[in-house]
């Protein structure tokens, strides 16, 4: 039998991998991380893109880390802080007015727009509470598998499933539904009338979503991103000081404290299999490390096309693993900035609430969706939208750690542009700066002063996500959340318990239930299943 050098090899440190890690290590195990970059986080870091300015250079604002991993990894204590923003959204329209989303007068602000919508918000926002009190829950459990080998335990979760969805009434079943099933333009219109308000709600449901607002399904996308809190405030969005590597250094730091060997630079080049088992990996620099398991951080694609040998696959697997849809809209950027924006909707350079908000280029429902199409058919350019949607967000604005003084820090996190594009016109290479001074361009339409204040910048493609963090296709999510991808589905029916396509093998990724976002679950769940075939306590509950 050969050595181990360790009980469980995590491969991929982001935060997802982290987490896993910290977990297993609780319970007495010999954990070792093996991250790729040089810096762990995954697509949750820190780093410096312009001198003097830093940034959360892919993942940029916190909502959805989960409560429970910030106690159990003991984050605060770590130096995490996460502070709020004033209010969610600031729209500023193209005939020169702006509209407001949240804080003190969110409920006055909407009613400037209209009175039937600012009576109705209160209703929409608890129709989501309803929902989401109950998925909430499901997030943190291991979802039903479904395969040949269903066994008692798969009973129990499907038990546990839905004895928390009898939670809910029938209305609140009939409005599950809806969330899962319909657009999130179909249900904002059946809501609401006022096109700013629908377009600050319906942002969600594009984010990272190569798709209409009118798209089936795009629902639940915009539900995905409500499960969040930040300080115990349900639904709310903030910001970690120190950019989001803050988050992944906590976890690290707990990683360490608890014996986790945390291993950068160390890139794994295959997936090592014995007899149909995966027992270790062989590393680029030619190393081999064995383990009792192996966990993957990574999208699964990555994992199942690059990593595991091919013909340890079965055919099925391999097919449906090949047809797993992945694919973002979305086109990043950092920008370092002599001066705040002067919006035309509400003038000034001073520092104003709506500076420390989510800033959002993009009026309207219809604007999205001709945003997506418009990308989408490549009718006009090789594959991105003229009108491009554009989230504009001042990190220095709530942590003035990330510029120098006087000066700000912007990340634009920008839809659509199509995830692939035709090798014919040069590739995603050759477009980068022409599509980055579009969307510098997008903002300085309603901020005139923008592209003159700007002192540097990183762009970075859906082909540049894909290469430095391993974001498939742009894919922040590690794979669309579609309903066919989702729940005991993700990635894979058979795969949803977090257990591999072999045994020794485990996913801990945001491909993994209950999908993208830096909420820590992935990792956790992942934990509690490989803790139970290990026959290892504590487990996470």
């Known amino acids: 039998m050969p050595r181990r050098d360790a009980d469980v090899l995590v491969v991929g440190g982001g935060h997802n991998g982290l987490v896993c890690a910290a977990y297993l ?3 007495g195990l010999d954990v070792r991380v ?9 697509a949750a870091v820190t780093e410096a893109f312009h001198p ?3 940034n959360s250079v892919a993942s940029y604002t916190v909502s959805l880390l989960n409560p429970q991993v910030i106690a159990d990894l003991r984050l605060v204590q770590h130096g995490l802080r996460v502070v709020e923003r004033p209010f969610s959204n600031f729209l500023p329209l193209p005939d020169g007015r702006a509209f407001r989303l949240g804080g003190a007068e969110g409920t006055a602000e909407v009613a400037r727009w209209s009175a039937r919508d600012a009576a109705r918000l209160p209703a929409y926002y608890a129709m989501l509470e309803r929902v989401v009190a109950v998925l909430r829950a499901l997030m943190t459990r291991t979802p039903p598998n479904v395969s040949d080998g269903f066994v ?3 009973w129990v979760n499907s038990w546990a499933v839905a004895r928390q969805l009898k939670q809910l009434d029938m209305r609140g079943r009939r409005d599950l539904l809806d969330l899962f099933t319909k657009s ?4 904002l219109d059946d809501w609401f009338e006022s096109a700013p308000l629908k377009a600050a709600l319906g942002w969600d449901s594009v984010v990272g979503n190569f798709a209409s607002p009118y798209t089936p399904g795009s629902a639940y996308v915009l539900l995905h991103h409500v499960f969040g809190e930040v300080n115990g405030k349900s639904g709310v969005w903030g910001h970690a000081i120190g950019g989001m590597g803050a988050i992944s250094e906590a976890i690290a730091a707990e990683c360490r404290a608890r014996g986790v060997v945390i291993e950068t630079d160390a890139a794994v080049a295959q997936v090592q299999v014995e007899r149909g088992h995966a027992v270790g990996v062989v590393l680029e620099d030619g190393r081999t490390l064995h383990a009792g398991a192996v966990v993957s951080n990574l999208n699964p694609k990555l994992l199942y096309q690059q990593l595991v040998p091919r013909d340890a696959l079965d055919a099925d697997t391999a097919a449906r693993i090949d047809r797993y849809r992945c694919g973002s809209g979305t086109f990043r950027m950092n920008v370092a900035l002599s001066e705040l924006p002067d919006f035309t909707a509400a003038p000034g350079t001073a520092l104003q609430p709506h500076h420390q908000s989510g800033i959002l280029i993009g009026p309207s429902l219809d604007y999205f969706e001709r945003a997506y199409f ?9 594959g991105w939208a003229r009108a491009p949607i554009v989230e504009l967000v001042i990190s220095s604005t709530l942590d003035d750690s990330l510029a120098p003084p006087g000066r700000h820090v912007a990340s634009l996190f920008c839809q659509h542009v199509n995830p692939l594009m035709p090798d014919a016109t040069g590739g995603w290479d050759a477009h980068r700066d022409t599509v980055a001074r579009l969307m510098i361009d997008t903002v300085d339409a309603v901020a005139p002063n923008f592209a003159r204040s700007v002192l540097g910048f990183e762009a970075l493609t859906p082909l540049d996500l894909e290469r430095r963090f391993g974001l498939v296709g742009g894919d922040i999510f590690h794979g669309s959340l579609g309903a066919d991808q989702l729940f005991g589905a993700r990635p894979l029916l058979g795969q949803g318990d977090y257990r591999g396509a072999l045994p020794g093998l485990y996913l801990c990724g945001s491909g993994t239930h209950p999908g993208g976002g830096v909420t820590g679950l992935p990792g956790r769940n992942a934990a509690r299943e490989v803790l139970i075939d290990l026959g290892r306590r504590p487990r996470p509950r």
């Open 374 to 382: 418009d990308a989408k058919s490549r009718e006009h350019n090789p």
């Open 52 to 54: 003097g300015f830093r």
């Open 25 to 27: 290590a609780a319970a």
């Open 34 to 42: 093996l991250e790729r970059r040089r810096i762990v986080g995954g």
């Open 152 to 154: 008692l335990a798969d």
């Open 184 to 187: 999130a333009g179909e249900l």
